[in-house]
């Protein structure tokens, strides 16, 4: 099967910095687009970067030039380096990868992490 793992989340005081990973695992063919989705209490979910397997990237309006998406092929891994964070970045940040596995290398599908809570608070 495949799995997604996150880590790097935090409390943090507005300014400051945080960096997300995510590595995929499993019995993965191939990797796509992977990237990170936000859900704030109360709000709907938001994607907030992607980076494809070669490198483009893209970013929601909010966090341009703070935010830097990137991956490593190599690992199956990907980062979101977030830079002078606000209050309103506070959300559970999901990252996903649009993959195919070893099962179904025909068919590519989304898979996801667990989650992890980013708190942008002074």
């Known amino acids: 099967q495949v799995q997604l793992v996150e880590s790097g989340g935090g409390l943090v005081q507005p300014g400051e910095s945080l960096r997300l990973s995510c590595a995929a695992s499993g019995i993965i063919f191939s990797i796509n687009t992977m990237g990170w989705y936000r859900q704030a209490p109360g709000k709907q979910p938001e994607l907030v970067a992607t980076?494809?397997?070669?490198?483009?990237?893209a970013y929601a309006d909010s966090v341009k030039v703070r935010f830097t998406v990137s991956r490593d092929n190599a690992k199956n891994t990907v980062y979101l380096q977030m830079n002078s964070l606000k209050p309103e970045d506070t959300a559970v940040y999901y990252c996903y990868a649009d993959l195919r596995s070893w099962n179904d290398p025909s068919r590519g599908r989304n898979y996801w992490g667990q989650g992890t809570q980013v708190t942008v608070s002074s």
């Open positions: 980076v494809t397997s070669g490198g483009s990237t």
